[in-house]
């Protein structure tokens, strides 16, 4: 099955400063790579996905770039501010399986 | 605020009590999930309904008991847990089923159950 790594499980950074987040997965016939954010005491919520027929993907201060080849995907979030503090999950999955293969989550601090 | 509503936030059961977790959503979707969250963990998950039908079961223990009423309900009846169960119980819902492709996945807030 599908097997998602994903580093570093903290990250601090000082505010203003970016973030980048990188996640590997295993089955080549995954296509869908979304980003959840958790914050404490909530669900996750979706805040970028990328399909397997883009290679980039930006939303604001969000970007998710997606290697194919090297079977990587990376959150990148520029000018991080105190509430981009929260647990972020990268996932994959292929449309052939059932399952949202979820990363072990990175804690992100953004520090003033 | 989420679209994915779940009551309630808290519960505390004993381990003969039965007790029942709700979720709704008024999106349309046309898919319901139940989620297991351990504390610093990625969620797990164990049920899948598709069209209002249980599609998947992850190998879930009989003391857990998903329910879906109707297109916008979600139950997950619960009976005779154990402590290693407590845990946040995340619902989700999609508006293409997972056998179709890929959409993506709303979650509710969770309940935070604690067994004692």
């Known amino acids: 099955g599908e097997n998602v790594e994903q580093h570093p499980s903290t990250l601090s950074v000082q505010e203003g400063d970016s973030a980048v987040i990188k996640c590997t997965y295993s089955?080549?016939?995954?296509?869908?790579f979304p980003w959840y954010k958790q914050e404490l005491g909530k669900g996750p919520q979706l805040i970028i996905d990328i399909r397997s027929n883009v290679g980039e993907k930006k939303d604001q201060r969000i970007a998710v770039t997606l290697n194919k080849t090297a079977k990587h995907f990376s959150l990148h979030i520029t000018e991080t501010q105190p509430e981009d503090s929260a647990v972020y999950f990268c996932a994959a999955r292929a449309n052939s399986g059932y399952a949202l293969n979820f990363g072990k989550g990175t804690s992100l601090l953004v520090t003033p | 605020d989420t679209e994915v509503t779940q009551t309630p936030k808290h519960l505390v059961m004993g381990m003969t009590n039965k007790k029942s977790l709700k979720c709704e959503q008024h999106?349309?979707?046309?898919?319901m999930y139940w989620y297991k969250q351990k504390a610093k963990k990625p969620p797990e998950l164990m049920f899948v309904?598709?069209?209002?039908?249980?599609?998947i079961n992850e190998s879930v223990p009989s003391r857990f008991s998903p329910e879906c009423p109707n297109s916008s309900l979600l139950n997950l009846h619960l009976h005779a847990l154990q402590p290693e169960d407590s845990a946040l119980y995340l619902c989700?819902?999609?508006?293409?089923?997972?056998?179709?492709?890929?959409?993506?996945?709303?979650f509710g807030n969770g309940t935070r159950l604690t067994v004692t």
């Open positions: 999106m349309g979707h046309r898919a």
């Open positions: 309904y598709s069209y209002e039908k249980l599609s």
């Open positions: 089955d080549s016939a995954s296509n869908y």
């Open positions: 989700a819902s999609s508006q293409v089923v997972p056998e179709q492709g890929n959409s993506p996945l709303h």
